[in-house]
């Protein structure tokens, strides 16, 4: 079993920045991803990045060069930074660790406005 943890999320204005955080704890050390998605209301779930055992990195379009994805393995915690927000960045932001099995965290929201 693996419980995850956001925090992070808020109201933040165009173009500001947010770091979003995300605490694992359990059977850690058998993870082999861990990732970012989020949903508004009405659609559905969508990647918005995700790191692997070895550093190996993905981000969906419309977060690459605003967002990085990091790991802290000391920490059991994992990083999104979220630079040049966009208010069509609004969303749930959901933490996901796989095992081979999938967790998922309870989300974290994060308000995009002026």
């Known amino acids: 079993q693996v419980q995850l943890v956001e925090s992070g999320g808020g109201l933040v204005q165009p173009g500001g920045s947010l770091r979003l955080s995300c605490a694992a704890s359990?059977?850690?050390?058998?993870?082999?991803?861990m990732a970012w998605y989020r949903q508004t209301p009405g659609k559905q779930r969508e990647l918005v990045a995700s790191i692997h055992n070895g550093g190996t990195t993905n981000y969906a379009d419309s977060v690459k060069g605003r967002f990085t994805i990091s790991r802290d393995s000391a920490k059991n915690t994992m990083y999104l930074q979220m630079n040049s927000l966009r208010p069509e960045d609004t969303a749930v932001y959901y933490c996901?660790?796989?095992?081979?099995?999938?967790?998922w965290g309870q989300g974290t929201q994060v308000t995009v406005s002026s």
């Open positions: 996901y660790a796989q095992n081979p099995f999938q967790y």
């Open positions: 359990g059977s850690i050390f058998s993870i082999k991803t």
